[in-house]
Nanobody, 123 residues
Framework: QVQLVESGGGLVQAGGSLGLSCAAS????????LGWFRQSPGNEREFVAA????????YYADSVKGRFTISRDNAKNTVYLQMNSLKPEDTAVYYC????????????????WGQGTQVTVSS
């Protein structure tokens, strides 16, 4: 099992920045992809970004590309999401996720999920 604990959510004005962190524990995370999904009211969970373990390859949803940056510290088993130029439509609960193997973008491909952290962007 992999346990994921997010932190860093909150309220920010449009155009502002916010950083999220996710601490992973439970087993060796070598070869695990870490990433983020989000879910806003009335919508399904959607992929945001992910980063591989080995070469730190990253992949982003088109909606956040150029504004969000995902990174990881393997020594600390932590993944980060730096969110800049935030928009009201970025308001959602953000979930940290993990899976073994290659980067994926579908919810069912990630067996491990955190509890989520709320991000609210006011206009």
């Amino acid at each position: 099992q992999v346990q994921l604990v997010e932190s860093g959510g909150g309220l920010v004005q449009a155009g502002g920045s916010l950083g999220l962190s996710c601490a992973a524990s439970g087993r060796a995370l070598s070869s695990y992809v870490l990433g983020w999904f989000r879910q806003s009211p009335g919508n399904e969970r959607e992929f945001v970004a992910a980063v591989s373990w080995s070469d730190r390859t990253t992949y982003y949803a088109d909606s956040v590309k150029g504004r969000f940056t995902i990174s990881r510290d393997n020594a600390k088993n932590t993944v980060y999401l730096q969110m800049n130029s935030l928009k009201p439509e970025d308001t959602a609960v953000y979930y940290c996720v993990a899976r073994y193997g290659a980067i994926a973008t579908m919810t069912f491909e990630y067996p491990f999920w955190g509890q989520g952290t709320q991000v609210t962007v006011s206009s």
